[in-house]
């Protein structure tokens, strides 16, 4: 496989490896229903209400897990196992100095989440669809508060943590640093259009519009993370780290204050950080 994958062209690589992120869905989609269908044979697959209070394990298992698994971290295991030999010129040599760095610049994103999530509401507002991303936004979160909230058993809670935290950490890095970014950074050469392009489809892909800019800051720091520490990890790390955490925040109800409106205290150091770790990488000559 690994010969006849890399004997395609870059592009076509791209398109049979999400061909096999989709038969992989498919496929573990099937395996899901039968096994949890044989396990609860009166459960109600067809009334999504009742599954998500009343077998919110079952439904992460049938509709969660296939999407992460299939779709997203087989392609993204695919690539890494057919690339893994390859020395490439474009990642920073591993280094406990850059590692610091990427952590540093994935806080100071995290710590502007609320000011880019205003500037989404203020874009939004002014195309005229703010208030029917919104209706969808507070329908998902209902739902979800139906999983993994107060109110929902203790098995549900570690389900969400494991899929919802560990396994989504994994499979996006996966898929759209380790797989779509460095694909598109070593064919293309292009740096920016590479961080940009893997991040709009990393916010495209969560389906939450009315988050759409917080998420593309989200995959822009994930990619710099990635390109300049030269490893994978560290965004798994802070990626699984906060999934927990909102995790654990919904679960409780206990979201921070500070992530509600945009602070000047927090946003001006953040931003002032952020511009100086951007000149050390990038434009300090």
């Known amino acids: 496989m690994k010969d006849r994958i890399n004997s395609l062209t870059p ?53 969660y897990l296939p999407f992460q698994l299939g779709f997203l971290f087989t392609p993204g295991l695919i690539y890494y196992l057919i690339s893994k030999d390859e020395v490439s010129v474009y990642f920073q040599t591993r280094s406990f100095r850059w590692v610091i760095w990427a952590f540093l610049f994935f806080i100071c994103v995290f710590l502007l989440l609320p000011f880019f999530t205003l500037l989404n509401e203020s874009i939004t507002q002014y195309l005229g669809v703010y208030e029917v991303l919104l209706q969808e936004k507070q329908f998902g979160d209902e739902q979800m508060t139906k999983l993994i909230g107060s109110k929902s058993s203790l098995s549900a809670y570690v389900m969400g943590i494991v899929l919802i935290g560990l396994i989504t950490g994994v499979a996006e890095e996966l898929a759209f640093r380790r797989f779509l970014f460095r694909h598109m950074l070593v064919h293309s050469n292009k740096f920016w ?42 965004g798994i790390v802070v990626h699984s780290l906060n999934n927990i955490l909102n995790v654990y925040w919904l679960r409780n109800e206990s979201f921070p204050q500070w992530m509600e409106s945009v602070e000047p205290e927090i946003t001006i150091p953040s931003t002032l950080l952020l511009m100086g770790l951007i000149w050390v990488k990038y434009l300090k000559k």
């Not at 939450?208 to 520490?229: C, K, R, T, V």
């Open 11 to 63: 592009f076509t690589q791209i398109i049979v490896l999400i061909l096999i992120g989709g038969i992989s869905f498919v496929l573990i989609s099937i395996f899901s229903t039968l096994i949890i269908t044989s396990l609860y044979p009166n459960m109600p697959t067809d009334n999504l209400g009742i599954l998500y209070e009343k077998y919110p394990v079952q439904f992460m298992f049938l509709y």
């Open 193 to 234: 259009l590479s961080v940009v392009g893997s991040s709009f489809a990393f916010a495209l892909l969560h389906f939450n519009y009315i988050q759409f800019i917080p998420l593309m800051a989200f995959g822009i720091a994930l990619a710099l993370m990635y390109h300049a520490s030269g490893s994978i990890w560290p």
